[in-house]
């Protein structure tokens, strides 16, 4: 069993950056794949950016150019730097953590509110 704890999220104005840290509790961070999803009120749960255990990256077209992701295999922790934020941007972000003999685990989500 992999806990995932999220944190980082909070209020910010539009334009404004965030940082969003997830801190994994498996001596296996490295070999899993990471991510951060996004559900805003009445919508489905989406996809942000992933990180693979090799450290390739993959972005959403609303996040490319906006948002980066990083592991720190040494700290168990994925990020998500968060810049130019829109409105649009808010929701609970979640993280993941994907391997392919296990599955999925997720984190309780972070809240991040982004004020026009």
């Known amino acids: 069993q992999v806990q995932l704890v999220e944190s980082g999220g909070g209020l910010v104005q539009a334009g404004g950056s965030l940082r969003l840290s997830c801190a994994a509790s498996?001596?296996?961070?490295?070999?899993?794949?990471m991510g951060w999803y996004r559900q805003a009120p009445g919508k489905q749960r989406d996809l942000v950016a992933t990180i693979t255990s090799g450290g390739s990256t993959n972005y959403a077209d609303s996040a490319m150019g906006r948002f980066t992701i990083s592991r720190d295999n040494a700290k168990n922790t994925v990020y998500l730097q968060m810049n130019t934020l829109k409105p649009e941007d808010t929701a609970v972000y979640y993280c993941n953590a994907h391997s392919h003999n296990v599955g999925d685990y997720w984190g309780q989500g972070t809240q991040v509110t982004v004020s026009s």
């Open positions: 498996t001596s296996f961070f490295r070999l899993y794949d």
